[in-house]
């Protein structure tokens, strides 16, 4: 099966790993389209699934080429890799993340994801079957709320979030907030000294 990816490198490369033919990716975002009379922008129609995740090469060649494979090519799977609002891509300044991307897509063809990235418990729910492993017995460790946390409440894990990332003490403790992990640290190291303490 032929996979669309409006993304980069990484998801190519664990596509290939998987067995799967990528087209798109960085590749299709030095492309443009000609918006003139007559003009059928064309796509292959073997594409059996479009993998949507973050893609700094976005364009309007590669919006136009998912949505044809999602509404035109017959069983055409819609993935997103995740949902997240924002991410951290500078030290200075938060960019927009994988979730805008996956909305254009969700507002040109109507149709809603595949999400397998956190907080959906689609590769947890791989690994539980895989490695049979008691999800009480786990702890999910995050920067983020929304994403990482709510992925470990969703499975049934302990959470522990970290505030070295993207949360804040101020966004933790902010009323508006719903969630809440069952432990935080301000760093990954404070868990090494936590176990050195244990008997």
């Not at 990816?5 to 998801?11: D, L, Y």
């Not at 403790?173 to 992990?181: A, K, L, M, Q, V």
Request: proline fraction near 5%; include cysteine; hydrophobic fraction near 35%.
């Amino acid at each position: 099966m032929q996979v669309y990816v409006i993304g980069e490198e990484g998801i190519l490369e664990e596509l290939a790993l998987a067995g799967y033919t990528g087209l798109g990716g960085p590749e299709d975002g030095k492309k443009s389209v000609q918006l003139k009379p007559n003009c059928l922008f064309d796509h292959d129609k073997s594409v059996g699934a479009v993998v949507v995740g973050l893609d700094q090469y976005i364009n309007y060649y590669k919006l136009q080429y998912g949505t044809l494979c999602i509404r035109e090519n017959p069983g055409c799977l819609f993935i997103a890799t995740n949902r997240d609002a924002v991410g951290h891509m500078t030290d200075l300044q938060e960019w927009p993340g994988a979730g805008c991307m996956v909305a254009a897509i969700c507002g040109t063809t109507q149709k809603e994801p595949i999400v397998v990235g956190k907080p959906s418990t689609f590769m947890m729910d791989f690994l539980l079957k895989k490695f049979q492993v008691d999800t009480s017995k786990m702890c999910m460790v995050g920067d983020r709320l929304d994403t990482d946390i709510l992925f470990g409440q969703n499975a049934g894990c302990k959470t522990l979030l970290v505030l070295s990332g993207v949360t804040t003490l101020s966004d933790l403790e902010d009323p508006s907030n719903t969630i809440h992990p069952d432990y935080y640290t301000s760093k990954v190291a404070d868990v090494f000294e936590f176990l050195e303490q244990c008997p």
